[in-house]
């Protein structure tokens, strides 16, 4: 198998070949994917018999998992639908796809940790497991796939079966908008939730004690606040419920409120709260500086004036970056503007988004 690396993802491009570095790392998490625990095995495939019309490979993508202080802790192996592909395939049928599915903002999550903080509100995340794998196709939506490298089977005459899906897979194109569409009719049409006209990832519902709960939910991902009310418990169990896999393991995971958005969320009591990018800046810096963080000493923007003068040395530019450096100049601007965006102002200033 060859790999290509895209940050903390390796994905497979073809079969053949050999990297027995990745494969022996991986090998467990391959076999864990067929093979293994219910949240992660494909259970929910059949081998179909027929004709179809639309067959789009699978392959592997291999995903480092981190925790809030980007420290490893997993190595996670998935069979994901080719996604481009599918474009294409829907390109030569004529057939639309719709891919757009919302991801809730920054200010939205803010402010209901604000709220939180002023009415002294109990603050939860949770995580849908395999989210993708729990969203429900239309009668009409009909996707077929070919099993992965190493994984395909034949029958008799040479002929290799092919599966149709019953739940989408990470990597189809509308994959996450089925799974938002699911989500949004389990909780606004199941469970009645309002869903907010302001950010469409935002949920309330007044309960029956007079109290509320606010849910922001950005993909798999939920930031809960309540009133710690045994009514708003009663909701997160109805859609653990919802989302139970068919070996009955937990749909929804409650976990402490450590990280969320890419953010660190530190409780400190019920009316103190501290959103930092603390794991994602650090991230930052051991990517793009030369040296180990520690070896830098501490300043604080905006007193240094030689990063002012920078700054406006570089507006007056004429000589263009060759493609190399505009590629450089793009990735470290793009990775801090979102730094600033979520807690870090101070980085917008020194990109001079004052």
């Known amino acids: 198998m060859t790999f290509t690396k895209k940050g903390t993802h390796y994905m497979q491009n073809e079969p053949g070949g050999g990297c027995p570095r990745y494969e022996r790392n991986w090998r467990y998490a391959y076999e864990r994917v067929f093979y ?35 420290v490893e802790v997993k190595k996670k192996a998935r069979c994901v639908y080719d996604g481009n592909g599918q474009k294409e395939c829907a390109a030569r049928m004529g057939r639309e796809l719709n891919t757009f599915a919302p991801t809730v903002r920054s200010a939205t999550h803010k402010a209901q940790v604000a709220r939180a903080c002023a009415l002294g509100r109990r603050i939860r995340c949770f995580d849908v497991t395999a989210a993708y794998l729990k969203g429900k196709f239309f009668t009409t939506e009909v996707i077929y796939a070919r099993a992965p490298p190493g994984f395909r089977r034949y029958d008799a005459r040479g002929v290799q079966y092919v599966w149709k899906l019953r739940v989408p897979l990470y990597g189809e194109a509308d994959a996450g908008y089925i799974w938002n569409r699911t989500l949004v009719e389990q909780l606004v049409c199941v ?36 009133s710690g009310s045994s009514l708003a418990d009663d909701e997160l169990e109805l859609l653990n419920v919802a989302f139970k896999d068919k070996h009955g393991a937990d749909g929804v995971v409650l976990k402490e409120p450590r990280h969320f958005l890419g953010q660190n969320i530190d409780v400190h009591s019920p009316t103190r709260v501290t959103i930092s990018s603390r794991a994602y800046v650090t991230q930052l810096a051991v990517k793009y500086l030369p040296a180990p963080l520690t070896e830098y000493s501490k300043c ?55």
């Open 36 to 70: 293994g625990t219910p949240e992660d095995s494909l259970s929910t495939w059949d081998a179909t018999k027929g004709r179809a019309k639309e067959v789009v490979n699978t392959l592997w993508v291999l995903v480092i998992k981190r925790d809030e202080n980007n």
């Open 191 to 226: 469970q009645g939730f309002v869903q907010s006209q302001h950010d469409p990832c935002l949920f309330v519902k007044q309960l029956a004690d007079g109290t509320t709960i606010d849910i922001c939910v950005h993909v798999d991902d939920g930031f809960v606040t309540d």
């Open 300 to 354: 604080v923007t905006p007193c240094l004036k030689g990063l002012v003068e920078a700054y406006e040395e570089a507006v007056t530019r004429t000589a263009p970056l060759d493609p190399a450096g505009m590629k450089a100049y793009a990735s470290k601007t793009g990775a801090a503007i979102f730094a600033g965006a979520a807690s870090r102002c101070d980085a917008l200033y020194a990109l001079g988004m004052e």
